[in-house]
């Protein structure tokens, strides 16, 4: 809200403003619920767009999205078509499941690159830290003609795909974008005298040093926060009981509309179905609606 009104305030009253965007997907980082409030005033010119370009028409992904949306799953999320999998197995079976499923898709001839694991948690035995460095061993695994470097307890190593977690508008990259990593460049060969970590992001090639590294991290998996806003032709998602906390229906639903071809699940079916049956919503209490409406019934 803070950064709309910021926004409004720095355009001149004959500009058009056109918003784009879902409200059944997760709310703002910040506070308020801008665009939900927009719509609900019933004072702003909405338009609803119906037909669907991610997913084609007879897509099971986009059936599964609408079910999730309205709460209403049916039992066909068991079956297989051919854009949608759900792979069961319990919660100590995730890794071996995932590694099985990344290295199936590899000797299809796949790239990592064309697809994106999600995942609702950072912490704990499925979290995407401890799955990154079980993705990375399948994906990227070492090689003599792959430079790594050691930061922390986390190898960035040549080809690997990494995330980044800051806007850094002088290297136009943002917070949430995805890159490999190009080359690396030891101290002792780079012209600072540092070593040096090149990520390719889509053609822009950006330079980290040491003390740049913590605005990076795996992307082998990443949460499903960071990925609104994204696509990717193929998503895989875990999903078990111990995701319980995070796990609720406008979670569920921004994972599986990033799919635009192929959408696979792994995991527990039941933390799957109390997930999407979860209606939890964090109360935020905005002023923008009413105001709105005042101030179209004074006019």
């Known amino acids: 809200i803070n950064l709309f009104n910021s926004l409004l305030k720095g355009l001149k009253s004959n500009v058009k403003m056109v918003l784009v ?10 506070p308020g619920r801008l665009l939900r409030d927009l719509i609900e005033s019933e004072k702003i010119e909405t338009i609803y767009l119906n037909k669907l370009y991610r997913q084609s028409e007879n897509s099971y992904i986009t059936l599964l999205a609408s079910e999730i949306r ?6 066909n999320y ?52 401890l799955l ?25 190593r040549e080809g690997d795909k990494v995330l980044q977690l800051l806007n850094m508008p002088d290297d136009n990259i943002y917070n949430g974008d995805i890159g490999i990593i190009k080359y690396i460049k030891f101290g002792n060969t780079s012209k600072s005298g540092k070593t040096e970590i090149y990520v390719d992001f889509d053609g822009n090639v950006v ?23 994204s696509e990717f032709p193929m998503v895989i998602m875990p999903i078990v009981n111990s995701f319980n906390r995070m796990l609720y229906n406008k979670l569920i639903y921004t994972a599986v509309t990033r799919a635009k071809k192929a959408l696979m699940l792994v995991g527990d079916p039941r933390a799957f179905l109390n997930g999407v049956n979860n209606e939890r919503v964090e109360i935020r209490k905005t002023t923008l609606k009413d105001k709105i409406i005042n101030r179209y019934c004074n006019l």
């Open 70 to 75: 309205d709460g209403d799953l049916s039992d």
């Open 78 to 129: 068991l079956e297989t078509y051919g854009d949608y999998t759900f792979l069961k197995c319990s919660s100590q079976y995730i890794k071996k499941n995932l590694r099985n499923l990344c290295e199936q898709i590899k000797d299809k001839g796949y790239d990592y690159k064309d697809y994106q694991v999600l995942a609702p948690m950072y912490k704990g035995e499925n979290g995407i830290d």
């Open 132 to 156: 990154n460095k079980e993705l990375q061993e399948v994906l990227n695994p070492p090689s003599e003609l792959k430079r790594e470097y050691k930061y922390g307890d986390v190898v960035f």
């Open 21 to 30: 965007g879902d409200y059944n997907q997760l709310p703002s980082v910040g």
């Open 207 to 229: 330079k980290y040093t040491p003390k740049d590294l913590i605005n990076i991290k795996h992307g082998f998996i990443i949460s499903i926060h960071k990925s609104q806003g």
